[in-house]
């Protein structure tokens, strides 16, 4: 089955100090991987996704991230954390073929960064 | 620009009541996606849009719910005899056109609670 993994449910971090969120999938072929941030009461916003090409992906608010094949992992960094990144995060991956565009998502993952 | 917009924001409805939730994509987006987010969880697809036509429902949990965009434009999703377990969050989403690296832009949800 396909299905996406986060395996951390919350990740502290202190100001200042590198983050990383994890991600792993499990589908076959070369899927489309995306990240998303949610605030509280707020829809998902787009962060930045891994199409093809360059495997570190840098996207909105200083966020980047890197695809490994070999690993089935897409983990999302940020050299210097800020209060306000404190958000849960989403990893999602749009399988390869089909007719639809369907994400899949993973459970969430709540960064927490400490002042 | 207009984001996504969804109504209402929070809905609250006795069990087996109807409800319908509306969702105006971003103008010209050709691809809309409706999602379930259960408390705690990562969203779950339940159906696809390109322009009118309703490419994907495979992600609806049962013949109560139903969906349609009759201009290929505004969407509304319709759940009949509500039950407790359709309370979570209605998230819908728009993409700019049908390839499936364009990335999904998300609205704030509508908050489904069934007493």
């Known amino acids: 089955a396909q299905s996406v993994a986060q395996p951390e449910d919350q990740v502290n971090v202190a100001e200042g100090n590198p983050l990383t969120v994890k991600c792993t999938y499990s589908?076959?072929?070369?899927?489309?991987l995306f990240w998303y941030v949610q605030y509280p009461n707020r829809g998902l916003q787009f962060l930045l996704k891994?199409?093809?090409?360059?495997?570190l992906v840098k996207g909105s608010y200083g966020f980047e991230a890197e695809f490994n094949k070999s690993q089935t992992s897409f983990h999302l960094k940020k050299p210097s954390a800020l209060v306000s990144d404190s958000a849960l995060y989403f990893c999602a991956v749009r399988p390869p073929g089909g007719a639809t565009n369907k994400l899949i998502f993973g459970t969430g993952t709540l960064l927490a960064v400490q002042p | 620009g207009a984001g996504v917009s969804q109504s209402p924001r929070y809905k609250v409805a006795k069990r087996g009541q109807d409800v319908a939730l509306r969702c105006d994509p971003i103008?010209?987006?050709?691809?809309l996606f409706w999602y379930q987010q259960a408390l705690g969880q990562g969203p779950e697809f339940l159906t696809y849009f390109q322009n009118e036509a309703q490419l994907d429902k495979s992600g609806l949990p049962s013949d109560r719910f139903f969906a349609e965009r009759p201009e290929g434009s505004v969407s509304t999703l319709k759940i009949q005899r509500t039950q407790q377990e359709d309370s979570a969050v209605y998230l819908c989403a728009s993409s700019f056109g049908t390839v499936s690296s364009y990335e999904q832009y998300f609205g704030p949800g509508t908050r489904l609670t069934v007493t």
């Open positions: 891994y199409i093809t090409g360059d495997n």
């Open positions: 589908v076959s072929g070369n899927p489309y």
């Open positions: 103008s010209g987006h050709v691809s």
